[in-house]
C-alpha cells in the first residue's frame, strides 16, 4: 500500500494550509489514518488521526486550530491546518494501519514539508 501526501508550502504565521494523502494499491480495509511531523532535530509526533468510524485523536498543542478528516471511500485523509505557528513547521507525514492482501499493513507517506515564516 503506498501513500502519498501533498500539499505542503509557505505560509505566514496566522496562516492555513490543507495537506491531503491518498492511499493506494489492493487494500482491503484501512482503520486508522493519521498526520505525523517531524521538526529539525527534534522526534517524529502525532499531529492527528481518525478511524475509520470517525473518531479523532489530536495533539494538545493544534487542539482547535487542526482538523483531520477522511474519505473513507476513496481513502484520502486530509489535514486542515488553520491559525498556523511558527513551531509548526516541519515535514508532515501521513500514516496509513489497514489490511491489504489477507495481512496487516503499516504504511507512510514521503513527506510533505511546510514551512511557516513571514
Known amino acids: 500500500v503506498q501513500l502519498q501526501a501533498s500539499g505542503g508550502g509557505l505560509v505566514q504565521p496566522g496562516g492555513s494550509l490543507r495537506l491531503s494523502c491518498a492511499a493506494s494499491?489492493?487494500?482491503?480495509?484501512?482503520?486508522?489514518m493519521g498526520w505525523y511531523r517531524q521538526a529539525p532535530g527534534k522526534q517524529r509526533e502525532l499531529v492527528a488521526a481518525?478511524?475509520?468510524?470517525?473518531?479523532?485523536n489530536y495533539a494538545d498543542s493544534v487542539k482547535g486550530r487542526f482538523t483531520i478528516s477522511r474519505d473513507n471511500a476513496k481513502n484520502l485523509v486530509y489535514l486542515q491546518m488553520n491559525s498556523l505557528e511558527p513551531e509548526g513547521a516541519a515535514v508532515y507525514y501521513c500514516?496509513?494501519?489497514?489490511?491489504?492482501?489477507?495481512?496487516?499493513?503499516?504504511?507512510w507517506g514521503q513527506g510533505t514539508l511546510v514551512t511557516v515564516s513571514s
Open positions: 494499491g489492493r487494500i482491503f480495509s484501512i482503520n486508522a
Open positions: 481518525v478511524t475509520s468510524g470517525g473518531i479523532t
Open positions: 500514516k496509513a494501519q489497514g489490511y491489504s492482501g489477507g495481512r496487516e499493513f503499516v504504511s
